[in-house]
């Protein structure tokens, strides 16, 4: 290929085009932003710090994503934007210099039970395709190696014009699928235990049903008593079989049932179309915990848990079965594809090697493409998503980062900066929400938002280099090089909790002692094991209160006070104090404003375009109706009360006439994890993911328990932060209880009593003990990457 010459014609002056170097943010306004303005340079790496609930993620993505994602969606025509969420404008005055923005945040993977790490990347539709290309014996198109495919076939007439004239001829169709018929491509079937469903000594009239939302008074008691198909006072011990049939397996059919025209479906297709069907820890408390009860779920004896058909797993390329393919290590699999030697596919295998080697470079080889996706970490999920993006051909775009270190080893940590740092050096804008100095130290630019949290920040303490932030004298800058000492001494364990022979997913058949009566860290590189350690060998329910990461569950309706229980006693304090029904102060309940029903906001919808919120002019937003708001508790009403914040709640509940010791209590919880500042009434939707870890943590410390369970309680922590998480940990202890957290932070380990170190590698390079000690034993060996990273972190 030749190309033409070319003369440099360009002049000492830039060209106009390229002077456009600057997001510039001015009178930002959105959740706490107090009138925030800022430049951000494009083509760099700008990190957003400050502590949690600073306003941070109101800047970045509220404002600055949320922006340049609905200017693109308003590009589209009105047919397409139907089907799009909808954004509304942020608060903020302008905007200028947006390019197009790529978020790639901690949100978990949709808990669909089909979706797996394999089919949310798109390699699994490269491995069908392959197979059904190189696999022998060939069994059909790439839809017969697709676990969500059924095959089908059917015949019948179909008409067409021939010839001016109708024609009708006899057809038949074969779909081949690769959904194994049996699990239906799940990998699982369910066991359900009938004696859960009811008590057959009662008829139905009698209450026989104990499935939750079932009882006699219920639309569904109803529908059952009312069905014809059975005496609904004969108890169920004397139906004959076909009445049973009826109760449990009728398909459905349609009735009548006081005038009203209903479909009747027997008990077991019920329950599972309600609740098998859908994610367990997407159901409600009590339906989760009839669903334990009742279910008992077991890997699919006809396809292993492979969810593929037999004729799927018969064809194979060199003795590799696409069942075996996705249950191979990712790691294992990118070398099993680099050794494929067949120049018909060969686009396909360069495709397919570039994605399975992006998992491994991004340190997430030690998966494999059959683990369900809702089973990843927050962090797990973010890289996953950030697989999609490393190979891309896009250049200008800006990248948004939601603290990608989360569930990052230090040792991993580099990894995560180099592909930031070449994504950043391809010409995109890169903006990264982080707590990390190790990241922080690697940024062109730097925000510092603060200089406190919620109302007490929204502000920008510092803006420019990493340097200058260190000399700024703000809350990051002076915690920036903080490195927490080890101890000087340890507490005595005062018992041992023993694991013996755990082979949970990577685990070798691990025998340990965690000391009880301590704080212990459980440590190790990604994958090493340690959540397998802990949440899978640990049993549950014996006394173990378990904090994981999990996503808190609210609508805008929910907030600290009802999330946390609080609502409940200072109800019934303002009930006692007026002579009324505890109701009346719920704005979910008979106190709402009838106008907004409870919300604060009147709602319109206005299709494809943003729709507005307005406060509702009837309650002024209070949610409640004017009558509640006459009555007090300690001079003030309930719209009031939800609008201290926690601080000013505590002396509220703590004495005069409206001390509520049972308010008091939670108050107080709140406060030690530091949420003091958060008003009582807050939405959950608007609070940080640190402000929810810590939200959750706050609600559990009141249940009763003798040993802790904390999965990374630092995420989302500003270093300052993470010497209060550390007083409270010590508190927790110093209490009589045991702790146990799976933690990264150097911080936390150096705090630690005994720390427990797993792998040496990831994967089934992992899966081992590799240390059993102090901190100081630990440093002092330097035996492991994390004895390495420790005493690089205190300075041994």
């Known amino acids: 290929m030749t190309m033409a010459p070319r003369t440099d014609t360009r002049s000492a002056t830039p060209h106009v085009a390229d002077t456009h170097d600057l997001i510039r943010v001015y009178g930002a306004r959105e959740n706490n932003l107090k009138d925030v303005s800022v430049e951000i ?38 047919f397409v934007q139907g089907f799009m969420p909808t954004l509304s404008r942020p608060e903020v005055d302008v905007l200028d210099g947006l390019t197009t923005a790529i978020v790639v945040d901690q949100e978990r993977m949709g808990p669909n039970p089909r979706s797996t790490v394999g089919t949310v990347t798109d390699a699994n539709a490269m491995l069908r395709i392959l197979f059904s290309r190189l696999g022998r014996p060939h069994i059909g198109s790439p839809q017969a190696f697709s676990f969500n495919v059924a095959s089908i076939s059917g015949a019948g007439a179909v008409k067409f014009e021939r010839g001016g004239k109708t024609v009708k001829e006899r057809r038949e169709f074969n779909v081949t699928g690769g959904m194994c018929p049996r699990c239906e491509g799940m990998g699982r079937t369910s066991d359900i235990d009938l004696s859960q469903l009811y008590d057959d000594s009662k008829s139905l009239n009698e209450g026989a049903l104990t499935i939750p939302g079932y009882s006699v008074d219920g639309w569904y008691g109803r529908i059952f008593s009312g069905s014809g198909f059975f005496d609904p006072d004969k108890p169920i011990r004397d139906f004959t079989k076909k009445e049973l049939h009826d109760l449990l397996h009728r398909e459905p059919t349609k009735i009548k049932v006081d005038n009203i025209n209903l479909t009747y479906e027997g008990l077991i297709p019920r329950i599972q179309k ?17 669903v334990e009860r009742a279910v008992k779920f077991m890997t699919c004896p006809e396809c292993g848990g492979t969810r593929l058909s037999e004729a799927a797993r018969s064809s194979k390329i060199e003795g590799v079965s696409i069942a075996d393919a996705c249950a191979m290590q990712i790691s294992d699999l990118a070398d099993w594809v680099r050794g494929l030697d067949e120049p018909s596919v060969a686009p396909l295998l360069t495709t397919l090697q570039q994605l399975l080697d992006s998992f491994v470079e991004i340190g997430l080889g030690y998966l494999s493409l059959d683990r369900a996706s809702g089973t990843l970490s927050g962090g797990e999920a973010q890289r996953v998503k950030m697989i999609r993006h490393l190979g891309s051909s896009l250049t200008d775009v800006t990248y948004v980062f939601d603290e990608p270190t989360t569930g990052l080893h230090p040792h991993d940590i580099q990894r995560m900066n180099g592909l930031l740092l070449r994504l950043r050096d391809k010409g995109n804008t890169v903006l990264v929400v982080e707590h990390k100095p190790e990241m922080i130290a690697i940024a062109d630019h730097v925000v510092d938002l603060g200089p406190g949290a919620g109302t007490a920040g929204g502000m920008v303490c510092f803006e420019g280099t990493v340097e200058g932030l260190r000399a700024g004298g703000t809350v990051t800058g002076r915690h920036i090089d903080d490195r927490a000492g080890l101890k000087k001494s340890v507490r005595t364990p005062t018992g041992t909790l023993e694991i013996r022979g755990a082979t949970a997913n990577n685990l070798r058949d691990v025998d340990v002692d965690i000391p009880l009566g301590v704080l212990v860290v459980v440590t190790g590189v990604a994958g090493s094991g340690k959540s397998s350690l802990i949440h899978g060998s640990i049993p549950a329910g014996a006394g173990v209160v378990s904090v994981d990461q999990g996503g808190i569950r609210g609508s805008r309706r929910s907030n600290p006070a009802t999330y946390t229980g609080l609502l409940d006693p200072i109800r019934k304090a303002f009930a006692k104090a007026n002579g009324v029904k505890p109701a009346l102060f719920s704005a979910n309940s008979e106190g709402a404003c009838p106008t907004c029903n409870g919300a604060g906001v009147i709602y319109m919808d206005l299709a494809m375009m943003a729709g507005v919120s307005t406060t509702c002019e009837e309650c002024e937003g209070k949610r409640f109706q004017a009558a509640v708001l006459e009555h007090k508790l300690g001079g003030r009403d309930i719209s009031e009360v939800l609008a201290m914040p926690v601080e000013e709640a505590q002396e509220f509940f703590g004495s005069g006439e409206a001390r509520t010791p049972a308010a008091r209590a939670i108050l107080d919880r709140l406060a030690d994890v530091g949420l003091g500042y958060l008003t009582l009434g807050q939405p959950l939707t608007t609070l940080s993911g640190g402000e929810r870890q810590r939200l959750k943590l706050a609600t559990h410390m009141g249940d009763k328990g003798g040993v802790y369970v904390l999965d990374e309680p630092t995420t989302g922590l500003h270093l300052a932060d993470v010497e209060q998480l550390l007083g409270l940990l010590d508190r927790l202890v110093d209490s009589g209880k045991s702790v146990i957290v799976i933690e990264h932070h150097q911080a936390v380990m150096a705090h630690a009593d005994w720390i427990v170190d797993l792998g040496p590698g990831a994967g089934h390079d992992g899966g081992r003990i590799v240390f059993e000690g102090t901190p100081a034993d630990l440093v002092a060996a330097r035996s492991t990457l994390t004895g390495e990273h420790l005493a690089a972190y205190v300075g041994a």
């Open 41 to 78: 340079p494009k083509r760099r790496l700008t990190v957003f710090t400050g502590v949690s609930g600073s306003g941070k993620s109101s800047l970045v993505f509220s404002t600055i994503a949320a922006e340049s994602q609905r200017l693109i969606n308003e590009t589209y025509s009105a």
């Open 274 to 290: 309600s609740m098998l069907s859908k994610d367990k820890e997407a159901l409600q408390p009590h339906v989760r915990a009839f």
